[in-house]
């Protein structure tokens, strides 16, 4: 049985200790972290019968806990991460690892001098649907990729505060399609150019972001990619993913709470899509999770790795650049 620890006890670090409690085997909580526990946090990890921390240094300095969850804000992942492999524990971060390259390179540097795991959170990689997409493309089902589209829309803003401190929409948002494209087509991104204006809060764009952007991609296999994103979808959480092929085409659509169409004289109605992140996708928090365990108990490799996060935050990077100066940017224009 895999001991881990969560450093974080936020939305996030609630998920993941539900899902190893109810649904991930061979693991368990061991403790759970966190330097700003509210009432209702304090009550939750009461409830689910949690070990808690006030500083996260305890469950590094625990020698039965094998592996960490860092689920903090985003400015503590690295420094974290540096020590949680220094004191010899498998780790599991949230993405981004960093939104500094210079703090990414310091993980990857300590990492190198063990053998311990490390895993990425970009959940939707283990989504079910996603994975039906990237099998049919791995299969050689569709022929060789040439277009891949991805729709990807809140179905509300993040607060403001949280705008400010999030590092814009490409490392906070879009950062899972950039991922996703990757997943998608097994190829790294070559050249990123976007268009992105504000079009749902003006407070976002008074805070230095933007909430709607189309972006454009070529691949290094030769590919290209479009992606849509939008901060507000009144009808809820929409994504959807296609990827077209020289021998065909795979495409998903949303998941709903049921398949039912209601037809009748006054038009046909279906059900609107899951309407959060956590309703959408928290089968596929399980399974990263399991996946991560399964990774260290068998000593086989993570599913989704530092490099990943990376190519992820340089994607996330280059966009940046080209929406600022209003041009296609080559990703290897962003020096590691």
């Known amino acids: 049985m895999l001991n881990i620890g969560i450093i974080g006890a936020g939305r996030i670090g609630k998920v993941h200790g539900q899902s190893i409690k109810f649904h991930v085997k061979n693991a368990q909580v061991a403790a759970i972290a966190d330097s700003f526990w509210t009432e209702e946090s304090r009550q939750w990890a009461k409830e689910m019968g949690f070990t808690t921390y006030d500083d996260y240094h305890k469950i590094l300095e625990d020698a039965s806990i094998d592996a960490v969850m860092i689920c903090s804000s985003t400015q503590t992942h690295a420094p974290i991460s540096i020590e949680a492999i220094r004191a010899g524990k498998h780790v599991f971060c949230e993405k981004p690892v960093s939104k500094d390259l210079g703090e990414i390179k310091a993980v990857m540097q300590e990492l190198e001098k063990t053998n311990l795991k490390y895993q ?6 283990f989504d079910h649907n996603f994975r039906a997409v990237r099998e049919a493309v791995t299969s050689g089902k569709i022929g060789d990729p040439q277009i891949v589209k991805i729709t990807s829309r809140d179905p509300d803003a993040p607060p403001i505060e949280y705008v400010k401190v999030s590092g814009g929409i490409f490392l906070d948002m879009t950062i899972h399609d950039f991922d996703m494209v990757r997943y998608l087509t097994g190829s790294d991104v070559e050249e990123i150019y976007v268009n992105g204006a504000v079009l749902v809060d003006p407070r976002i764009g008074e805070a230095g972001d933007i909430d709607t952007a189309i972006i454009t991609m070529k691949l290094k296999n030769g590919a290209l990619a479009v992606i849509d994103n939008s901060r507000k979808a009144v009808y809820g959480y929409d994504q959807r993913a296609e990827v ?30 899951l309407y959060f992140f956590l309703e959408r996708y928290m089968e596929s928090f399980a399974r990263e999770v399991s996946e991560f365990t399964e990774a260290i108990l068998n000593d086989t490799p993570v599913p989704v790795t530092v490099v990943d996060g990376l190519q992820a935050v340089l994607i996330g990077m280059a966009a940046g650049k080209s929406f600022k100066e209003h041009r296609p940017v080559k990703v290897s224009e962003i020096q590691f």
């Open 120 to 125: 990425v959170g970009f959940n939707r990689r």
């Open 244 to 273: 077209f092929g020289s021998n065909g085409q795979v495409a998903v659509s949303n998941d709903t709470q049921s398949s039912a169409v209601i037809s009748t004289t006054d038009g046909i109605i279906g059900e609107k899509p």
